[in-house]
């Protein structure tokens, strides 16, 4: 049931059809694990604890430098030094109280990860790096939830939601080695790719839409142009082929 101040609250968004008061009530029934809490992760947190998603575990091990503030926007400049995940937390219960935020400030492995998105309905891919993208893709497919990834550089950026057991999955779509590498980026870039992921996170939960499913949604910031490609299923692929 929402309250007489959730009803105000989210008045506006309750008043999409697609969405309604079930609709927000499914929102704030709905646990969702977001991974990192830097360029994505702060804008993607933003938008759902404002969207009133009534539980959100915010994992990062890092701590605010002065070169995250052009993006990570969950950070100001009297942050640096501090947790990540206590800045942003701070930040996400000023903006609204209704949403139980939890932090942890640990690395996620492929020893932990299993048990940190345990309970979670879906796992939102903010991390800046391909090794914890593939170790999480292959935990939401061992517990069957959706993963809703999300990838930038520079003015360029993507999206792809991934359904275990009925889309292509990311290890699917990036199938060579893995490059780790220092990459440039605008915060004008992760704020439209979170916003996606925002958008197809609220989607999942409150079970509206047509999904990002086998396809990649490509951003060129510079020429200001959405590309859609296609993504199919990889019958041999080490993570999803047994579903």
Not at 11 to 31: F, V
């Amino acid at each position: 049931m929402l309250t007489d101040e959730e009803l105000d609250r989210y008045g506006r968004q309750i008043m999409i059809p697609q969405i309604g008061e079930k609709g927000q009530e499914k929102l704030k029934r709905a646990k969702v694990f977001i991974a990192g809490a830097g360029g994505l992760g702060s804008p993607v947190s933003i938008y759902l604890t404002a969207a009133g998603v009534g539980h959100l575990r915010l994992v990062d091990h890092d701590t605010v430098d002065l070169t995250n503030l052009n993006r990570q926007v969950c950070h100001w400049t009297a942050d640096v030094g501090r947790r990540k995940v206590e800045s942003a937390q701070e930040k996400l219960n000023k903006l609204n109280p209704n949403v139980t935020v939890e932090t942890l400030s640990v690395t996620i492995s492929e020893e932990n990860a299993s048990e940190l998105t345990a309970g979670y309905d879906l796992i939102v891919d903010a991390m800046d790096n391909l090794p914890t993208r593939y170790v999480l893709n292959k935990t939401a497919i061992g517990h069957e939830v959706p993963f809703i990834h999300g990838a930038v550089n520079g003015f360029e950026g993507r999206a792809m939601t991934v359904i275990p057991g009925k889309t292509a999955c990311l290890r699917c779509l990036y199938r060579g080695p893995v490059p780790e590498s220092k990459f440039p980026v605008i915060g004008v870039t992760p704020a439209v790719i979170a916003c996606i992921q925002a958008t197809e996170v609220i989607k999942v939960l409150a079970g509206i839409g047509e999904l990002l499913e086998n396809r990649l949604l490509a951003y060129d910031g510079l020429n200001l142009k959405f590309t859609e490609f296609k993504v199919q299923r990889n019958p041999q692929c080490e993570h999803c082929a047994h579903l």
